[in-house]
């Protein structure tokens, strides 16, 4: 069972591991840098921990010694990578598959824009950016 433990101090985050943690937990993401006070909080609370994560600005801030002695003990302390491609899609499946249909049919930009309610150079975005692996829509 993997727990995201986040706080804004070094006192809030070991009182909220303290009540997150226990035996079921095998994995651990903290927001702040793990040091040896949370190390310690997460194994006396966790023993079956095997993996604990931390933001990638964090990590090399964190001390070789811990890393080195965490593996000693099978528990592996890793940046927490974040999933590429920048921020969350604004328009979902269908509004692109709307653009790209109504593209298709020769409808104009500005009236798809109009209709669909989303700006011009967004619906010209979504039909290219779909069509560039097909054909290219022109519109006015």
Do not use: W
């Not at 040896?36 to 997460?42: D, L, P």
């Not at 003990?73 to 920048?86: A, H, K, N």
């Not at 967004?122 to 290219?128: E, I, K, P, V, W």
């Amino acid at each position: 069972m993997k727990v995201r433990v986040k706080a804004k101090t070094y006192s809030e985050l070991i009182r909220k591991l303290d009540e997150a943690l226990n035996e079921d937990v095998s994995e651990v993401y903290v927001n702040l840098r793990p040091t040896k006070e949370v190390i310690v909080k997460i194994l006396e609370r966790s023993p079956n921990v095997r993996k604990i994560t931390c933001p990638p600005s964090l990590y090399p801030k964190v001390s070789q010694k811990v890393i080195i002695a965490l593996n000693q003990l099978g528990v592996e302390l890793l940046p927490e990578s974040y999933p590429r491609g920048g921020r969350p899609k604004k328009y979902d499946e269908k509004t692109v598959k709307q653009v790209v249909e109504m593209a298709r049919k020769g409808v104009p930009m500005k009236e798809i824009s109009r209709k669909l309610g989303i700006p011009l150079r967004t619906a010209y975005y979504l039909a290219n950016l779909y069509a560039s692996s097909h054909t290219s829509f022109r519109g006015e």
